[in-house]
């Protein structure tokens, strides 16, 4: 039956590439090309199906269920509008499911009232309506009343493997949910020589870390396709996992030798060679990855730890390619001093400074940037020329530390006693009732008390005492 639909699939967009579409699909053929293009993910196709079908049969109830189907994927709002414009008198299972989908959320009770009165009127009769069945299931989270009540469930399906199949990839959102590996037991039983079968368990497997367990599964699945890249990456994964780096670089390797594209496998072949200690081999895969996602932040930070000399032209193509948005660079800048990258991260900033204006709060990062990288002159320029005076919040008490700081080891000790005099004064003052506020206060008071308390001792005091007192 698949490769039946398969070909019609296959004609249905050969015809549209030609330009040269029949007209004598029959609305069940075009019901089925928009499920089967729904099924491998192609828009295009549902949508040409659709208009298609809408055109040549107007008023066909399964083509006004598949436009219903299309709406579904835009929200609630738009498919129930077009439920109470369409209103039947005797509404087909699949109208039933659209309509109590449209009428969500409820609450958990009534959801699964509904669902059992849906079950008590109609059987699921088809592939289409079990599947939007289970979607169904899952839009109301109803996923673990489904799994107590799949014999049930089960009796009222005209075809129980698609309904377990279902239900097992809906287990692919719960990764350490181990309730689907029974269905795909008993599934593999009835159907030994289906891959999606075998491949679903082994991912499962993966997922639950059972990595043995998977890699059996696997051997099942690439007797039957061998060069299935998504397969291989599975594959490649457990053997990561099971700290089998050798088998997993093979496996990677043999995915991306069928797709050289195939981004997955790259990236856990980047962490393979990492394991490894294959330096210049993860260079190379950074690089490749980052021109294929210029977008993914997390390679943005290897290319700056990799590449520093290529900061700039790697911040200009990132930033060529996403929004803008000093929030993130601060998360950004915050992850690599966090592992240790104060450079990287200094200059991440100083590049994104001179391209995009800073708020206070991202000048404040900037000069403790500055001063944690031993800039202590330049802070104090860039502290002179673009910050106002810190006011008394929670956001900016922070950055009054590093300005003593400053002070302190570029030795304007005068300056510096002033400072902690005129703050200590404002804090013993100040009534802001927020508890992070009062928190930060009291640990700032503590610090401005120390470096007071040390330049009233001793007014020219050593590199030494300074580094003690100082952040």
Partial sequence: MDNQLEKLYNKFREELAGN????????????????????????????????????????????LERRAIWLANMGNEPLRQFILDHPRSNPSVMWETLRIRANAPYAPEQAISELESLLDRFRLDDDESIIQFVGLVRHLEQENWL???IDRVRDRCDYPPTLLFEIARMAENRPQSTSALPLLEELTELDPFNTDYWGLMAELQSNCEQYEDSLASLEYAKALEPDDVELLTIEGYNYLKLNRIDEAINAFRHALSVDADYFIAKRNLLEAYRMKGEAQKCAELIRELFRADPTDTSLLCEMLLTFP?????????????????????????SELCRTGNETAALNYMRWYQKSFALSTQGKMVFIELLYHNGRYQEAYDYLIDNLKSPVLSSSELPIIAVIVSILLKLHIFDEALHFCNNWLEKLHSATVEHNSFHLINRGLRDILTDVKQLLTVNPTPTDEQINRVAL
């Fill in 147 to 149: 799994v107590a009540n």
């Fill in 20 to 63: 040269d579409i029949s007209i004598y699909y029959d609305e069940g053929d075009l019901a089925d090309i928009f499920d089967y293009a729904g099924d491998v993910h192609d828009d295009y196709i549902r949508l040409e199906a659709l208009l298609l079908g809408n055109r040549l049969f107007p008023d066909s109830e399964i083509m």
């Fill in 309 to 333: 000399d290529e900061t700039d032209e790697t911040l200009a193509h990132f930033y060529a390619n996403t929004d803008a948005d000093e929030n993130e660079a601060i998360v950004h800048v």
